[in-house]
């Protein structure tokens, strides 16, 4: 059974930082690319951050110079570094892994964790 499970989330000011975490399980996770999504109330879910298995890390336009995403294959984790944040980044964020193995995809999602920033 693959699961991914995210951590960190929460309240925090603008200008703070917040670091989420999302363990994976039930995949080899070298093998997989991951990435960071996030909805907000009223709007589309939108990629926030990408971290291929191999290749370079991707950033959505509004979280550039302000959040880092990175990976431990070792701990199936992928983390994303929060920094600066402004109230626009309140939404639940959602961790992915997606690879095509064998000719078919596979894509799997977290249960999503809440950031809220307050002004």
């Known amino acids: 059974q693959v699961q991914l499970v995210e951590s960190g989330g929460g309240l925090v000011q603008a200008g703070g930082s917040l670091r989420l975490s999302c363990v994976a399980s039930?995949?080899?996770?070298?093998?997989?690319?991951m990435g960071w999504y996030r909805q907000a109330p009223g709007k589309e879910r939108e990629l926030v951050a990408g971290?291929?298995?191999?290749?370079?890390?991707t950033y959505a336009d509004s979280v550039k110079g302000r959040f880092t995403i990175s990976r431990d294959n070792a701990k199936k984790t992928v983390y994303l570094q929060m920094n600066n944040l402004k109230p626009e980044d309140t939404a639940v964020y959602y961790c992915?892994?997606?690879?095509?193995?064998?000719?078919?995809?596979?894509?799997?999602w977290g249960q999503g964790t809440q950031v809220t920033v307050s002004s």
């Open positions: 992915v892994a997606a690879s095509r193995l064998n000719g078919k995809d596979y894509n799997y």
């Open positions: 971290i291929p298995s191999l290749g370079s890390t």
């Open positions: 039930g995949i080899i996770f070298s093998f997989y690319d």
